[in-house]
């Protein structure tokens, strides 16, 4: 079956500018979460969707926003991109119980702000 | 704050031996998951293995072991006949309630030939 699948691959984006980084979870996995990967803060939890709905949130500043759509895809906002922004988004998927199946991730979306 | 702690930045291992990731973690529920995923330079996050707290047993995935001490929070992942393929940043995981991962600072294993 398909993987986790993130769309773009890669991304530059320009300081104060907005970007949206989509999603795509295995089929009947109905929870995403996402985490940004850096060098100096390594993996954090940005937040986790489970049909539709924020279940879960890290402790980003609300320039980072998310929603999830019907079919379980998901979509993740950072809006006013700072240089601090730039990373490597990552989206995870699961069931509705996460412990039972484990997580799937993608191959994420590398964002550089400039 | 519930952390996750892994002390070796850096390990080495030749091919056909066996080496040992090191993994603590502090947790105040009773109840959790943790998980050890791979890391190669394709990015994507790999699940390597998984371990149940309230499992005595430790995890086996054929080459992958852990030793799992609940009382010492200690979660160490052991690769046994290292191939060149098990090149990767190892990241150990913890799961809290509420489907979120926290993720220690990561080992990079280097297989030398």
């Known amino acids: 079956k398909a993987g986790v699948t993130q769309t773009p691959r890669y991304l530059i984006k320009t300081r104060g500018q907005q970007v949206t980084l989509s999603c795509s979870p295995i089929s009947g996995h109905r929870s995403v979460s996402w985490y940004q990967q850096t060098p100096g803060q390594g993996l954090q939890f940005l937040f986790e969707?489970?049909?539709?709905?924020?279940?879960n949130k890290g402790n980003f500043p609300g320039r980072f926003s998310g929603r999830q759509f019907s079919n379980s895809r998901s979509e993740m906002n950072v809006s006013t991109l700072e240089l601090g922004d730039s990373a490597l988004y990552l989206c995870?998927?699961?069931?509705?119980?996460?412990?039972?199946?484990?997580?799937?991730f993608g191959s994420g979306t590398r964002l550089t702000v400039v | 704050a519930q952390t996750v702690t892994q002390s070796q930045p850096e390990m080495s291992v030749q091919e056909a031996e066996t080496v040992t990731l090191s993994c603590t973690y502090d947790t105040s529920e009773s109840d959790y998951y943790l998980f050890w995923y791979k890391q190669p330079p394709s990015r994507q996050m790999i699940l390597v293995i998984r371990q149940e707290a309230y499992k005595q047993q430790n995890a086996t995935e054929n080459r992958f072991s852990v030793n799992f001490q609940k009382a010492a929070k200690s979660f160490s992942l052991k690769i046994s006949d290292s191939q060149l393929g098990d090149a990767a940043m190892y990241f150990c995981a913890r799961e809290t309630s509420g489907s979120r991962l926290t993720f220690g600072e990561g080992t990079q294993l280097t297989v030398n030939p």
């Open positions: 969707y489970f049909s539709e709905t924020q279940r």
């Open positions: 995870a998927s699961s069931l509705s119980v996460a412990r039972v199946g484990g997580y799937t």
